[in-house]
């Protein structure tokens, strides 16, 4: 180990830079919120947790802008519950049951 250390070009701050688009902050959080995410992380097999929040932000944010018309379905949906079927039908605007046309026959 060298007896005296040059830092006069030093640098104060973060070693790596801040990608583009992104901000540092801090933030505190719940300690069983963070442990989830950590365990999030590990149980796929490595990654960041920090990302896995962010994603996670991004999906309510999305959701919370979602359109009228989105809006209106999932309402219905969780109203209608007991009818699953009968919600399917409107949204497709097709029967349920495909209806095969019998064969005429002569009167007897």
């Given amino acids: 180990m060298s007896q005296e ?3 006069s070009k030093g640098k104060r701050g973060a070693i790596a830079p801040v990608a583009t ?4 902050i801090t933030i ?3 300690d069983e919120v963070l442990r989830w995410f950590r365990a999030q ?3 796929a097999g490595g990654g960041n947790y920090q990302s896995l929040i962010n994603l996670a932000l991004r999906e309510h944010v999305k ?3 979602e359109p009228l018309e989105e809006t209106l379905r999932r309402i219905l949906r ?3 519950r007991g009818e699953p079927a009968r919600l399917d039908r409107v ?3 097709t029967p349920m049951k495909k209806t095969v046309p019998r064969k005429k026959t ?3």
């Fill in 21 to 24: 688009g992104k901000t540092r």
């Fill in 106 to 108: 002569p009167n007897r």
């Fill in 63 to 65: 959701k919370s802008a």
């Fill in 91 to 93: 949204r497709r605007k």
């Fill in 5 to 7: 250390y040059d830092f």
């Fill in 41 to 43: 992380v590990h149980a």
């Fill in 78 to 80: 969780e109203e209608f």
């Fill in 28 to 30: 505190r959080l719940d």
